[in-house]
C-alpha cells in the first residue's frame, strides 16, 4: 500500500528558509512525476513543483520560481521541496502527491495519492 509521509513544515519569519521532505513507500520514484502542492486558509489547493522521471524534468509554479527548489532521492524514495525567501502568502499546508496518471501535472485530480500534509507559516 502506498503511503506519503510529508515532514519539515514549521514556523519562520519573511526570508527565511525550510526543507520539506516526503517519504514515499511502496513506491518507485524513479518512473513517474510526484508533486508538492499547498492550500492556503480559504483557497484552492494549488500545485507548487513537480517532479518526473527521477528529477530529468521539473517545473514550478510561477509564484515560487527561483526560491523554491524540488527534488528527489531515488534510493530513498524521498521527495524534498528546499524553500527559500520565504513569503508570508506562502503560509499554507503542503501536501506531497504520487501516482500521477497523465494529463497536467499540476491538476490535483491527476494524482491517486496524497499526504496527510505539513503546515508552513510564515510571519511578516
Known amino acids: 500500500q502506498v503511503q506519503l509521509a510529508e515532514s519539515g513544515g514549521g514556523s519562520v519569519q519573511g526570508g527565511g528558509s525550510l526543507r520539506l521532505s516526503c517519504i514515499i513507500s511502496e513506491f518507485t520514484t524513479s518512473r513517474t512525476c510526484m508533486a508538492w502542492f499547498r492550500q492556503g486558509t480559504g483557497k484552492k489547493r494549488e500545485g507548487v513543483a513537480v517532479?518526473?522521471?527521477?528529477?530529468?524534468?521539473?517545473a514550478y509554479a510561477d509564484s515560487v520560481k527561483g526560491r523554491f527548489t524540488i527534488s528527489v532521492d531515488n534510493a530513498r524514495n524521498t521527495v524534498y521541496l528546499q524553500m527559500n525567501s520565504l513569503k508570508p502568502e506562502d503560509t499554507a499546508m503542503y501536501y506531497c502527491?504520487?501516482?500521477?496518471?497523465?494529463?497536467?501535472?499540476?491538476?490535483?485530480?491527476?494524482?491517486?495519492?496524497w499526504g496527510q500534509g505539513t503546515q508552513v507559516n510564515v510571519s511578516s
Open positions: 502527491a504520487a501516482g500521477f496518471m497523465g494529463g497536467s501535472t499540476f491538476l490535483e485530480p491527476r494524482y491517486r495519492y
Open positions: 517532479i518526473c522521471f527521477g528529477g530529468d524534468s521539473v
